[in-house]
């Protein structure tokens, strides 16, 4: 047994009073889960004490919160190494707040249908099935059923939405969530409209070019279902297969980033916009479009020219690799490009053998960490945040 | 007021299928449930659902192991319709977007389970449950504009009319106190199970048996309700399941002597056995001093190819490294029974129709009887799926011909009253709540588990009536509208307490063992005078009324049943 202080966010909608922090003394194995920590106050201390749950096993989605400022599951995360980590990190103290990004409605409770269901129906949750219907089953690869088995995993706990830093610059962000959903169908071969779902996922101002790359999704989601990874598959199914050249220049951009570190071996932040916007080339900033844009991101650049952020030297002259080591970043480049299929990162396929090391070589280190329990570690924390890093263009 | 030609209560899998099939058969529809929809109990299930859908597969092999699992109690009638429609439910599950894993051929895949001749589970890794649940909210989205949908609304009541017809039900919703008449032709109660009467339990904390008591407080007779399903494995600490489909993918079951015992107890089907015939074997060699001091077993799954596990058997894989501190690919884990499911519930027929008119009941909260004395592994999934579509085509054609019904409004007020006074109640020195729901579990875990004999029995039933007693007196801190989730609470204790009544009293009438029920004061199967089911009516509120119903025979003679 040890003693934790549970410090409790509190919001009353009825009282007329803001929300306020209130502590809760308990005792309990470190392995005992928050949840079972906030029940064991609503049983014992203040039953008005509100949060949805129901499972109590990471199964049900109910328990989103944030946990010393970051989301998870509630039923999923140990007392004993909450209160080792987070601002406190005292060994006692555990603060559990509402999910961010959602609308507050008691407690721990969040207004879901305000924010996270709202964002599922708007990529059309549901197979549009490829014609005719067969009398029996679809006959699929295996593969693609394990494939989008992953996305499937989403329990719809509202964690990555609730950190996600895109949607709270930009509310009409589709997130990350839905834009899992959206591979989920994506993803299925017995889907009628992948190119339309991907076209207009892409072309949408608030759609997955939207996504800033920052892993919050990753990390704050229980289940492993990687959003940001599927955020990135949706937009090679749509850049890649699908030659999809967006009204937002999200593939532009794309493509710039890895033409100039092919070529140069390192960014030229310079090179970067024009590209971008123009095309692909050095040519791009001629292109009447680079025009524009560079126009209206002037005081962007502006401000980054004042702040040493760019420097007219650097625009001019970008940083260059020694020769060796330009020729081993083009080698890694290549042998990424040559791979068929390509690496997808999906838990459930890539990288898993009996034994490590075995195979082509190629199996991403994502796999070595698998799903771990990134709101809550348990025993055995895993972190794939390192390993994901790759995932950025 | 809202009123529809069919009101459905409860949208686990059961009841969004009753949904999709009463608005198809063109009813207007609503489904209230008191969480959201996909946070309902069916989300749990794992390891799949059966059908006997492969080529060398027959649905008369599919019913005969049902009926053998079932101890010769289930309805003969009622298991053939739900395994003759099995092949073609899944065929719909897969055509709206099922991720049903596949075969090397790309035809759908199966996995072996527990009590069945032949691999017949199909299955989504191992969250089968959550994935079909998951697709049928997809469903209800794509139609929303013919099914109503009330997200966390509380059931309080269900309405009858003079003639003792069931035309709707009162709710509370959770996120305002409002509470509201929701006028119906028919009422499809799809509610779920009640496993949060016994501690552990695999069950979620929304299992509370609120449809059985619901429609038992009406005059729904229950039938069956002895017969509840310990899980084989499940883990000790915290019960969680570890879904069988670990031993349908090859894992083995130990004692602290390292045997492997199911030699002993089923020669043929060994860890494949009959749920009832596992748990009992387990229980046996824990209480014989061969278990492991935790009083466990260890369930050795790492025999199971490592990349086979991590890909058809996540979530377990999940559940034992985060809850038990175990790498299931690496090393046993230790589990022993576990409450899991009930059998018996609100009686009906194969239409769903219990026998108040317009009330149906489908999925766990109804007993039709297609588990008899003991539900075989991946027979749930199908169970909701066939009776709740069932359910809801007949209800739907029985608003052709009805009227709609009205409740008055004084109805309403005088709910309003009885849930204003539970809010009223101050702390005058009784129970908290959570005191005697926790009394109530661990009293029927003690008592009414495994093994069972009159004495237990009586002795459980004794602290049942306590308890009855006690429960309107336990305090509620929470004086509030939104969210009000204690009030819930203490409505949710009652019907718990409703439900293990019933559950004790049957258990104390069956004298014989036969399926979950095993009694050792009378350890054999007695056909003579016992093949029948075993109701309970409500009577007031003395001790629940018993009745029989007789078992319906197609084909199937009872014999002698080993693994």
New interface residues.
């Given amino acids: 047994m040890a003693e934790y202080t549970l410090k409790l966010r509190r919001y009353?909608?009825?009282s007329g009073e803001a929300p306020f922090w209130e502590e809760f003394q308990i005792e309990l194995e470190p392995?005992r889960s928050v949840l079972e920590g906030i029940l064991k106050v609503?049983?014992?201390i203040?039953?008005?004490v509100?949060i949805?749950?129901?499972?109590?096993?990471?199964?049900?989605?109910?328990c989103g919160v944030r946990i010393n400022g970051r989301a998870g599951l509630a039923c999923?995360t140990h007392l004993g190494h909450a209160a080792d980590s987070g601002v406190h990190a005292d060994g006692r103290t555990i603060t559990v707040e509402p999910m961010g990004n959602m609308p507050i409605?008691?407690?721990l409770?969040v207004d879901?249908?305000a924010v996270h269901w709202k964002k599922?129906?708007r990529v059309t949750?549901?197979?549009i099935?490829k014609e005719p219907?067969p009398e029996?089953?679809?006959?699929?690869?295996?593969e693609n059923?394990?494939d989008?088995?992953q996305t499937?995993?989403c329990?719809?706990c509202g964690a990555c939405v609730s950190d996600c830093l895109s949607m709270e610059v930009d509310p009409l962000f589709v997130g990350p969530a839905a834009s899992a959903r959206a591979y989920?169908f994506v993803g299925?071969p017995?889907d009628a409209e992948q190119y339309e779902r991907v076209k207009d996922l892409a072309e949408d101002r608030h759609g997955i070019y939207d996504c800033t790359h920052c892993f919050n999704c990753i990390e704050a989601c229980p289940?492993g279902v990687a959003p940001m990874s599927q955020i990135m598959r949706l937009r090679r199914v749509a850049g890649a297969d699908h030659g999809i050249v967006d009204r937002n220049n999200g593939h532009r951009h794309e493509q710039a980033f890895v033409t100039l570190v092919k070529e140069g071996g390192l960014l030229h932040e310079a090179e970067l916009l024009p590209r971008s916007y123009g095309g692909d080339s050095w040519f791009g900033k001629f292109h009447p479009a680079a025009g524009q844009e560079l126009l209206s991101s002037l005081p962007v650049i502006t401000t980054a020219l004042l702040r040493g952020k760019v420097t007219p030297k650097g625009v001019l002259a970008p940083h260059k690799l020694p020769k060796d080591a330009l020729a081993a970043v083009q080698a890694i480049t290549e042998k990424v490009e040559r791979r068929r299929p390509r690496n997808e990162l999906n838990l459930?396929?890539t990288g898993?053998?009996?034994s490590p090391g075995a195979g082509d070589g190629d199996v991403h280190p994502l796999a070595a960490d698998?799903?771990?329990?990134t709101s809550?570690p348990?025993?055995?924390p895993h972190r794939p945040t390192s390993a994901s890093e790759s995932e950025s263009a | 007021m809202p009123a529809h030609d069919v009101l459905i209560i409860g949208a686990g899998l059961a009841g969004q299928r009753a949904a999709l099939a009463a608005a198809d058969a063109g009813a207007s529809v609503a489904i209230l449930s008191k969480?959201?929809p996909?946070?309902?109990?069916s989300?749990?299930a794992a390891g799949g659902i059966n059908a006997a859908l492969n080529p060398g597969d027959s649905w008369e092999s599919h019913a005969y192991d049902t009926v053998k699992g079932s101890d010769y109690l289930g309805d003969q009638d009622a298991i053939e319709i739900m395994c003759r429609e099995a092949p073609d439910e899944i065929?719909h599950l897969?055509?709206?977007?099922v991720?049903?894993?596949?075969?090397?051929?790309?035809?759908?895949?199966t996995r072996a389970f527990g009590g069945a001749s032949a691999a017949r589970t199909y299955y989504?890794?191992d969250?089968t449950g959550?994935?079909i649940l998951?697709?049928l909210y997809?469903?209800l989205?794509?139609h929303h504009e013919t099914v109503d949908r009330y997200?966390e609304w509380f059931t309080t009541t269900l309405l009858q009319d003079d003639d003792g017809h069931c035309i709707g039900a009162v709710a509370r919703n959770i996120?305002d106190g409002r509470l509201e008449v929701f006028d119906a032709k028919s009422v499809i109660l799809a509610s779920g199970g009640a496993g949060q009467v016994f501690k552990p339990t695999t069950n979620?904390?929304?299992c509370t048996g609120d449809g059985i008591a619901q429609a038992y407080r009406i005059g729904a007779p229950l039938m069956d309700m002895e017969m509840i399903q310990y899980h084989p494995t499940t883990l000790a600490e915290?019960g969680?399941?570890i879904t069988e489909g670990a031993r349908g993918e090859g894992a083995h079951l130990y004692n602290a002597l390292g045997e492997r015992f199911m030699e002993k107890y089923a020669p043929n089907k060994l860890e494949l056995a009959s749920r009832d015939v596992v748990s009992r074997a387990e229980q046996t060699e824990i209480n014989e001093g061969r278990g492991f001091p935790d009083g466990t077993i260890a369930l050795d799954i790492t025999r199971v190819?490592?990349?086979r596990t991590?890909?058809a058997l996540?979530?377990i894989?999940?559940?034992g490294?985060?809850?038990a501190?175990v790498?299931i690919t690496r090393e046993p884990i230790h589990i022993r029974p576990g409450m899991h499911y009930i059998m018996g519930g609100v009686r009906t027929d194969v239409d769903g129709q219990t026998p108040i008119p317009g009330l149906y009941a489908a999925g766990e909260v109804a007993c039709v009887s297609v588990h008899g004395g003991n539900r075989l592994g991946a027979n749930s999934l199908l169970d909701t799926l066939i009776f709740g579509r069932r359910s809801g085509e007949h209800a739907a054609h029985r608003a052709r011909g009805v009227a709609m019904p009205k409740t008055s409004s004084r109805r309403l007020a005088d709910v309003a009253a009885e849930i204003d006074e539970i809010i009223r109640r101050e702390n005058t020195g009784g129970r908290?709540?959570?005191?005697i729901k926790d009394e109530l579990g661990e009293t029927m875990n003690r008592y009414v588990a495994v093994y069972r004999d009159a004495e237990g029995l009586a002795r459980a039933h004794e602290i049942v009536r306590r308890l009855k007693a006690e429960a309107p007196t336990a305090a509620?801190?929470?004086?509030?509208?939104?969210?009000?989730?204690?009030v819930l609470?203490a409505i949710e204790l009652g019907y718990m307490l409703d439900v293990a009544e019933a559950i004790v009293v049957a258990a104390q009438e069956r004298k014989e063992s036969r399926g979950a029920q095993f009694r050792t004061d009378f350890p054999e199967r007695n056909d003579a005078e016992w093949l029948h089911h075993i109701t309970i009516s409500r009577n007031g509120d003395g001790v629940p009324e018993k009745g029989t119903a007789p078992v319906r025979f197609t084909q199937w003679e009872p014999q002698e049943r080993t693994y």
């Fill in positions: 009353n909608p009825e392995h609503k049983a014992e203040d039953g008005s509100g949805r749950c129901s499972c109590r096993a990471a199964i049900c989605g109910s999923h409605l008691k407690d409770i879901m249908d599922i129906q949750p549901w197979l099935n219907v029996r089953e679809y006959i699929v690869p295996h059923m394990v989008v088995t499937m995993a329990i719809q989920r299925d017995r289940k459930y396929i898993y053998d009996d698998g799903d771990a329990m809550a348990g025993p055995n | 969480v959201h996909v946070r309902s109990h989300v749990a065929l897969e055509h709206i977007g991720t049903f894993h596949r075969s090397d051929t790309g035809h759908l895949g989504v890794a969250i959550q994935a998951h697709v997809e469903q989205m794509k997200e996120r979620a904390l929304i915290n969680f399941l190819p490592r990349k991590l890909e996540r979530e894989v999940n559940i490294r985060d809850f501190g790498d908290r709540i959570s005191e509620i801190d929470d004086k509030g509208t939104v969210f009000n989730q204690d609470g």
